[in-house]
């Protein structure tokens, strides 16, 4: 006997898991339709004439909004839905836009800006806009959810990789139902002492008995690592897979989902005969890889650095000690180099060894402390890409003294070499810095989502990301 285990969801994780995309649209659409009607709205009853499609307004207005929202994160739901409805963040959103593209019309000159703005965009055309915002997340946050509630998925298999998936699957709002059936032995064994049931038990069967849920309703099946699954189980999957059910490996749901690959779930399998990891191949990808950052590295030198003259006259006068700190890294292959930064610490600050940054690291002086805030103390690395031992996008390149204790502890970390390593990337702009073994092994996962899903759309993804970290102060 088995007892499979109904733990409550969150709203992703269930029905949206297969429609977040399609969320995204309808948002977006939405917030156009909206962004219509208020200029509509605004023109009719400030300039008492009908809505021109192409003026300078909007053409300012529009994509600005947009790109707002964005660096805002207001288009972000993936770990909360409550960040669509937030109040205070759109409308504090909206005044930024309406300022800011104020400023830029009345500096640009165009022709008919004085028209537009002479009778200004009162309180209330921002409150409209500001209401329907909110309103049209809020019908189809209540729509997704009215949907989620009769979503189940079934999980085969109890393993600790699928232990951990599971909290991180109930951590949010709940909504719906995830189920596990597993061996008698291997539950037993489980679930004492996990918080994996939040909510009530049911029996459904044990593996060998996997029929018996054959005609429920599930959102999809979810196979773990440690399913020992016959070859009548797996005919049962195949039967149900025909009849219409979604089946997932635990690795793929994860990669999908979250978008990393968790080195736990990896084994020499998966690395010699799935798809992906492309980009170890070489070939045309790493050439034209290397020759735009070649060029992307001497725009930005170019570009910066009049920001960097000042940044280094101001780590001069704020303490003693040289403007740039070196120091050895490892890089592709597992080969060593220097790497260049702006110094952030007090000279001398690692007289009694390495150690990871902490927050608030009594270490960092007061110009350091806000050059690491917006990742300025990262622009020398500029030469290193130049140099040819980093690229623009990659892993961040560990210490040495860090990545022998990592090497030891956490399945293939030496991976993440297979590349060169970057200035930014995937995992340096979903996650925050890391200061232990466990963060360590989150940013691994992330680094292997890059390697194994690599292509020019990531690398632009990731580059968005790299701006909106940068002016929100995100780093450290």
């Known amino acids: ?129 500001t209401a329907w915002t909110l309103i049209s997340r809020w019908i189809v946050v209540k729509w997704v959810r009215l949907q989620a509630q009769n979503s189940r998925w079934l999980i085969l298999g109890i393993d600790d990789n699928a232990i951990e998936f599971s909290q991180k699957f109930t951590h949010l709002n709940p909504y719906g139902k995830l189920a596990f059936i597993t061996d008698s032995e291997k539950n037993d064994s489980k679930k004492n002492g996990s918080n994996l049931v939040k909510s009530q038990s049911e029996y459904l069967g044990d593996l060998k008995d996997l029929p018996l849920v054959e005609q429920q309703n599930w959102s999809g099946i979810i196979v773990a690592n440690d399913a020992n699954l016959s070859q009548l ?43 992906g990891f492309e980009i170890l191949a070489g070939g045309v990808n790493l050439t034209v890889k290397r020759i735009v950052d070649i060029i992307l590295s001497i725009v930005l030198f170019v570009t910066l650095s009049p920001l960097m003259f000042l940044v280094a006259i101001a780590i001069k006068l704020d303490s003693p000690g040289g403007i740039f700190y070196s120091q050895i890294r490892t890089g592709l292959h597992g080969q060593t180099f220097k790497v260049y930064k702006f110094r952030s610490m007090y000279q001398d600050a690692e007289k009694q060894g390495a150690k990871w940054a902490e927050e608030r690291d009594s270490r960092i002086t007061n110009v ?45 970390y030496e991976l993440r070499y297979s590349v060169k390593p970057g200035i930014t990337g ?35 993804k990731i580059f968005v990301k790299t701006i909106r970290v940068v002016l929100l102060g995100k780093g450290r």
Not at 377 to 387: A, T
Not at 429 to 457: R, T
Request: charged share 20%.
């Open 233 to 275: 189980s797996l005919e049962q999957l195949l039967k149900m897979r025909l009849q219409g059910n979604r089946i997932h490996r635990l690795l793929d749901f994860y990669e999908n989902l979250f978008g990393k690959v968790p080195s736990s779930l990896l084994d020499n399998n998966e690395l010699l005969f799935r798809q």
């Open 368 to 412: 350091g402390h806000w050059i690491r805030l917006f990742r300025i103390d990262e622009l020398p690395q500029i030469w290193n890409v130049i140099r040819g031992e980093m690229s623009l996008i990659g892993p961040r390149p560990e210490r040495p003294e860090f990545d022998l204790k990592l090497k030891q502890v956490i399945p293939y």
């Open 426 to 460: 995937w995992a340096q702009v979903m996650y925050p810095y890391g200061a232990s073994i466990k963060d360590a092994a989150e940013k691994l996962s992330y680094d292997l989502y890059y390697i194994k899903n690599y292509s020019w759309w990531l690398e632009i």
């Open 1 to 129: 006997m088995s007892i499979t285990y109904i733990a409550n969801t969150p709203l992703r994780e269930s029905y949206f898991f297969h429609i977040h995309r399609f969320l995204y649209l309808i948002i977006f659409l939405g917030d156009i339709l909206g962004f219509f009607i208020y200029l509509g709205v605004f023109f009719y009853l400030h300039i008492e004439q009908n809505f021109q499609s192409f003026t300078p307004f909007l053409c300012y207005l529009l994509p600005w909004i947009f790109i707002t929202f964005y660096l805002a994160d207001i288009y972000n739901f993936r770990n909360n839905f409550n960040n669509l409805i937030s109040l205070k963040k759109i409308a504090v959103t909206y005044l930024v836009i309406i300022s800011s593209a104020y400023f830029l019309m009345i500096i640009s000159n165009i022709d008919d800006v004085n028209s537009l703005l002479e009778r200004k965009i009162t309180l209330l055309n921002l409150s409209l806009l």
